[in-house]
């Protein structure tokens, strides 16, 4: 069972570099999200895709874009990294029905560093 | 605007001593409320969720609409218990999440 499924783990880029965040989850759920960790913040949404065909901004979408490629995958696409994007990368499934109602099913984290 | 708040970053405690970690937020209609637990070297899951009612790992929240408050108790705190906690109050749109609480548990 892989559940959620996040590529790469780690990751450092020079600021202005572009950078795609792969997502993918096997559990046939409708929803998918982006979040970011940073210490003493907790978890700010970026962006999230209730269902394939269907994104929409969270907290703290600028300097970010995303793609629901089907319902599997959903991609974080970073076009020109700023150092102010360090942090860990969350993504983050839940089931259909209600939506956002179902809990959250979540990946290892992709942890970026931006020099 | 929704907010949620946890107003102790860390939480130390010994082992058998109970534990409560607090939750408060401010949300228009009635959010569904989960707690989510992050152990060391593990991915973000899921504790319990008040719509269960359920004790998981010895852990219950109970939900006060009043002083809009789900605080997360337990009665004998286990060092396998230190991790970071986050509440989240959820609707149908979307999920927010506390800024958490690290909860350490000594010998």
């Known amino acids: 069972n892989a559940g959620v499924t996040q590529t790469p783990k780690f990751q450092v880029l020079k600021t202005g570099q572009s950078m795609t965040l792969q997502c993918a989850q096997d559990?046939?759920?409708?929803?998918m999200y982006w979040y970011r960790q940073d210490p003493g913040m907790g978890l700010r949404l970026i962006y999230y895709?209730?269902?394939?065909?269907?994104?929409d901004k969270g907290e703290v979408p600028n300097g970010y874009n995303v793609s629901r490629l089907n319902k599997r995958e959903f991609s974080l696409r970073l076009e020109s990294a700023a150092p102010s994007q360090t942090s860990v990368y969350f993504c983050?499934?839940?089931?259909?029905?209600?939506?956002?109602?179902?809990?959250?099913?979540f990946g290892d984290g992709t942890r970026l560093s931006i020099l | 605007a929704q907010r949620v708040t946890q107003p102790e970053k860390l939480l130390s405690v010994f082992k058998g001593a109970p534990v409560e970690l607090k939750c408060n937020y401010s949300?228009?209609?009635?959010?569904?409320l989960f707690w989510y637990v992050q152990y060391s070297r593990q991915r973000l899951q899921l504790l319990l969720r008040?719509?269960s009612r359920e004790s998981i790992k010895g852990f219950t929240a109970d939900l006060n609409k009043g002083e809009t408050s789900f605080h997360l108790k337990k009665p004998f705190a286990q060092e396998e218990d230190s991790a970071m906690y986050y509440c989240?109050?959820?609707?149908?749109?979307?999920?927010?999440f506390g800024k958490g609480t690290m909860l350490l548990v000594s010998p």
């Open positions: 983050a499934s839940s089931g259909s029905g209600q939506g956002a109602l179902q809990p959250q099913h």
């Open positions: 559990m046939n759920h409708n929803s």
């Open positions: 895709s209730a269902s394939e065909g269907t994104t």
């Open positions: 949300y228009s209609g009635s959010p569904e």
């Open positions: 008040h719509i």
């Open positions: 989240a109050p959820t609707t149908y749109s979307t999920l927010t």
